[in-house]
């Protein structure tokens, strides 16, 4: 990690277990990552990370994170593990599970691109958790597993932007949630699978919420249950 930004662009080939600083990395240089040998990065407690005016690109690798699940001031913090800043995010065949303890959004995004496809993303709090959330941004899904669990439990939450989600199972456990709540976005959603075990049903409940302002290019072919 110290040499990173030393260079524009750097190639790592990652065998084994890294683990994450236990404080919030900036990433400014343009990084691959390549999973080789059961490649691994560990998120600890307080660690995140950070990709600001740069390309953060992960292939084959499992990413993995547990907060401190106890009373006091950390457990009320509103965690984002991953924030790209103006920057581009890009998961393939990557499986990464993230624990927050009170609330938690495994990737957030302003003005920027976020491509996952081929991997799953399960992301778990004791109140909110959200897979991904993003602001005026480029987003794409494909072929991929999100899970999220907690009291309000969302996939994704995006505003302004472009947002795609194809062939994709989406699930979400809690007391209410949505699948995706769409906000002035031109949104693309077809071919997924949404399922909800909620303990609390509202008549109102749809997986996908979009506002008045929110552009349906594509709505088809999705299969929903426990809405």
């Not at 990084?31 to 990709?51: A, M, Y």
């Not at 993303?121 to 991929?144: E, H, P």
């Amino acid at each position: 990690l110290p040499f990173i930004n030393e260079n524009r662009f750097v190639n790592v080939i990652l065998s084994g277990e890294m683990a994450m600083p236990q404080k919030n990395t900036v990433i400014s240089s343009n990084v691959q990552i390549t999973g080789q040998n059961d490649g691994r990065i560990v998120f600890l407690p307080k660690s995140s990370l950070t990709v600001r005016n740069s390309s953060l690109v992960i292939s084959d690798c499992i990413v993995s994170y547990a907060a401190n699940h106890t009373k006091g001031e950390e457990s009320e913090i509103s965690a984002n593990l991953i924030q790209i800043e103006r920057g581009v995010l890009d998961f393939n065949n990557v499986e990464l599970s993230a624990a927050f303890a009170k609330n938690g959004t495994v990737i957030n995004a302003e003005n920027s691109v976020v491509t996952i496809k081929n991997s799953g993303v399960t992301s778990s709090a004791d109140s909110y958790s959200s897979a991904l959330a993003a602001v005026d941004s480029k987003i794409s899904i494909r072929n991929s597993t999100v899970t999220t669990v907690a009291g309000t439990s969302i996939n994704f939450s995006a505003q302004g932007g472009i947002f795609e989600l194809r062939s994709t199972q989406c699930k979400i456990v809690g007391v209410m949630g949505r699948i995706a709540e769409l906000f002035d976005t031109q949104s693309s959603v077809t071919d997924n699978t949404f399922s909800a075990d909620l303990k609390k049903q509202l008549s109102s409940t749809s997986a996908v919420y979009t506002d008045s302002r929110n552009v349906s290019v594509e709505y088809s072919g999705n299969k929903e249950s426990g809405f």
